[in-house]
């Protein structure tokens, strides 16, 4: 039967990237047994807000102290476009922890203020990568990698996986049609799909006899994966493929009509984290878990160089979306009785700059902002908002690298003291205190 593995299934595929190639940075000594400082079986959901999302109207200075004009300098900075004060949000979030300047959030993050309210949700001021490129592939590559002066190889979190789990686990989701840089790694297997509806084989009326089709590709994938073999191309191909098999009958026993807090939630995003939580309730409430702990989604259009709005406009509406999805998404987690054991975390490639463009817009920035939210975060604001009469050309000054971000999460969630330091260039990094 003439069967093409290429097309076998519709937008979804398997990968262990590299198919084998060796590994740059030395592997953390965690192995399948460690002890972990989150809770057991700790999951993580990554957040991208693609684009470069404007932080200056994120997390807005509300007011002037003494030495730090931060409300007037804003105000001047951004005359159609910033938010006035009198439309933040009527609970402002905690003052800035280092000038002092009170802080709001954009009024459109309102469903996300109730969750930083219940104070489950932490505000990691200044954040970005030194030496900022303000180049979208490349800010993304160093996002991703973790690496902000070598060549891409590899993702941060593939080299978690490579050092955590062995190459036959799959405990890893992207959703989307193409798998996120941020999982690349040399052995571990992530599966990339754009919804848990498509992961499915393809109808083909050709071949119509689905069985048929499982059980060639079933032999295929045997004749390739040679025990023998402990590496090459032909090795992984094989080995990845009865993976990919052994998922797509698990992932067919997933229900997504359940009464989600996502339910009816219009836009992408919503769909994606729905198909997250879904996976989450399969595993929670059945005999029969598949095993995901760490996903990936991606909310687009936070490249505003025009018409980026203030009250309403382009931000407002994304971030409309992100809160109530977010908001709704940890409503599930709750729900589930999983909230203590999930760990959302947002990110965007660069920020904006502190001055608005002839468009109505901001252009490429460097420092922005980030959110975690579950149950296990501390909530607050962390880092300050830089200092708005301090620019470097123009943009907000870097004070928190990113890599301090990950490495919290590696340390404190996932692993134990000190395991970020052979998983991220330049290490050793400070944590931060936003997760117990």
Do not use: C
């Given at each position: 039967?003439?069967?093409?593995?290429?097309?076998?299934?519709?937008?979804?595929?398997?990968?262990?990237?590299?198919?084998?190639?060796?590994?740059?940075?030395?592997?953390?000594?965690?192995?399948?047994?460690?002890?972990?400082?989150?809770?057991?079986?700790?999951?993580?959901?990554?957040?991208?807000?693609?684009?470069?999302?404007?932080?200056?109207?994120?997390?807005?200075?509300?007011?002037?102290?003494?030495?730090?004009?931060?409300?007037?300098?804003?105000?001047?900075?951004?005359?159609?476009?910033?938010?006035?004060?009198?439309?933040?949000?009527?609970?402002?979030?905690?003052?800035?922890?280092?000038?002092?300047?009170?802080?709001?959030?954009?009024?459109?993050?309102?469903?996300?203020?109730?969750?930083?309210?219940?104070?489950?949700?932490?505000?990691?001021?200044?954040?970005?990568?030194?030496?900022?490129?303000?180049?979208?592939?490349?800010?993304?590559?160093?996002?991703?990698?973790?690496?902000?002066?070598?060549?891409?190889?590899?993702?941060?979190?593939?080299?978690?996986?490579?050092?955590?789990?062995?190459?036959?686990?799959?405990?890893?989701?992207?959703?989307?049609?193409?798998?996120?840089?941020?999982?690349?790694?040399?052995?571990?297997?992530?599966?990339?799909?754009?919804?848990?509806?498509?992961?499915?084989?393809?109808?083909?009326?050709?071949?119509?006899?689905?069985?048929?089709?499982?059980?060639?590709?079933?032999?295929?994938?045997?004749?390739?994966?040679?025990?023998?073999?402990?590496?090459?191309?032909?090795?992984?191909?094989?080995?990845?493929?009865?993976?990919?098999?052994?998922?797509?009958?698990?992932?067919?026993?997933?229900?997504?009509?359940?009464?989600?807090?996502?339910?009816?939630?219009?836009?992408?995003?919503?769909?994606?984290?729905?198909?997250?939580?879904?996976?989450?309730?399969?595993?929670?409430?059945?005999?029969?878990?598949?095993?995901?702990?760490?996903?990936?989604?991606?909310?687009?259009?936070?490249?505003?160089?025009?018409?980026?709005?203030?009250?309403?406009?382009?931000?407002?509406?994304?971030?409309?979306?992100?809160?109530?999805?977010?908001?709704?998404?940890?409503?599930?987690?709750?729900?589930?009785?999983?909230?203590?054991?999930?760990?959302?975390?947002?990110?965007?490639?660069?920020?904006?700059?502190?001055?608005?463009?002839?468009?109505?817009?901001?252009?490429?920035?460097?420092?922005?902002?980030?959110?975690?939210?579950?149950?296990?975060?501390?909530?607050?604001?962390?880092?300050?908002?830089?200092?708005?009469?301090?620019?470097?050309?123009?943009n907000l000054k870097v004070h928190t690298?990113?890599?301090?971000?990950?490495?919290?999460?590696?340390?404190?969630?996932?692993?134990?003291?000190?395991?970020?330091?052979?998983?991220?260039?330049?290490?050793?990094?400070?944590?931060?205190?936003?997760?117990?």
């Amino acid at each position: 039967m003439a069967i093409s593995r290429r097309k076998f299934l519709t937008r979804g595929a398997l990968t262990a990237a590299a198919l084998g190639a060796p590994h740059p940075f030395q592997r953390a000594l965690l192995g399948a047994s460690t002890a972990w400082a989150g809770p057991a079986g700790a999951i993580v959901v990554l957040v991208q807000m693609e684009g470069g999302n404007d932080g200056l109207n994120t997390v807005i200075p509300i007011d002037d102290k003494p030495g730090h004009a931060q409300r007037s300098l804003y105000d001047a900075a951004r005359p159609s476009i910033g938010i006035p004060v009198a439309n933040l949000l009527a609970t402002e979030i905690d003052p800035d922890p280092v000038k002092g300047n009170r802080l709001g959030l954009h009024p459109s993050l309102a469903p996300l203020h109730d969750v930083y309210a219940a104070g489950k949700v932490a505000v990691l001021n200044g954040i970005a990568y030194p030496n900022q490129n303000l180049s979208h592939f490349r800010s993304e590559d160093i996002w991703f990698s973790a690496n902000p002066t070598g060549a891409f190889v590899d993702g941060w979190f593939g080299r978690y996986l490579d050092s955590a789990f062995p190459s036959g686990d799959l405990v890893t989701v992207d959703f989307d049609i193409t798998l996120n840089p941020t999982f690349f790694s040399s052995d571990s297997n992530v599966l990339a799909v754009g919804s848990l509806a498509e992961f499915e084989l393809t109808d083909d009326p050709q071949y119509p006899d689905l069985a048929a089709k499982v059980d060639a590709l079933t032999a295929a994938y045997a004749v390739e994966a040679d025990p023998l073999e402990t590496s090459g191309t032909h090795n992984a191909v094989g080995t990845s493929g009865n993976v990919l098999l052994g998922a797509l009958d698990a992932y067919q026993q997933i229900s997504t009509s359940w009464p989600s807090n996502l339910n009816g939630k219009p836009g992408r995003l919503a769909r994606r984290l729905k198909d997250v939580s879904s996976i989450l309730r399969h595993d929670a409430i059945t005999g029969m878990p598949v095993g995901a702990r760490f996903f990936h989604v991606r909310q687009g259009g936070y490249d505003t160089h025009s018409n980026q709005g203030s009250l309403t406009g382009r931000q407002a509406d994304l971030f409309t979306e992100l809160a109530t999805d977010l908001k709704a998404f940890y409503e599930d987690t709750v729900d589930l009785g999983i909230a203590n054991k999930v760990l959302v975390l947002t990110f965007s490639e660069f920020g904006r700059r502190v001055a608005q463009n002839g468009g109505n817009g901001t252009d490429h920035g460097e420092a922005s902002v980030l959110f975690a939210m579950g149950d296990a975060v501390v909530g607050g604001v962390y880092g300050a908002v830089p200092a708005l009469d301090d620019l470097n050309k123009g943009n907000l000054k870097v004070h928190t690298d990113f890599r301090q971000v990950y490495a919290t999460v590696i340390d404190k969630w996932l692993a134990t003291a000190n395991a970020h330091v052979p998983l991220l260039p330049g290490a050793p990094f400070t944590t931060l205190p936003f997760l117990t």
